[in-house]
């Protein structure tokens, strides 16, 4: 039997479309509305912590200089037979 995680109950304020919307949500999945809110809360934390690294990386790079320059578009624009300002 695999183990359950921690969880902890968080209380939230939605306008009544958005509930109603979640409550047919939850009736046509077979969901609870709690399954639903969590899944989706997961999935938003999960992409807006990707997102961050993302961009910490990309200004870390860039802070180091390591970035295409003017040549490199224009040479990669000529690859591709597109012209580049």
Known sequence: ??????TSTLTIRL???VKSRLDR???ST????SH???EAIRSFVENSE???AEL????EEADAGDFAGDEDVKALAAK????AP
Do not use: F, G, N
């Open 15 to 17: 306008d009544e479309e």
């Open 25 to 27: 949500l939850a009736e």
């Open 1 to 6: 039997m695999r183990a359950s995680p921690m």
């Open 36 to 38: 639903l809110v969590s």
């Open 50 to 52: 990707w997102q961050i």
């Open 30 to 33: 077979q969901r609870s509305k």
């Open 80 to 83: 591709w037979k597109v012209d």
């Open 56 to 59: 910490q990386a990309a200004i």
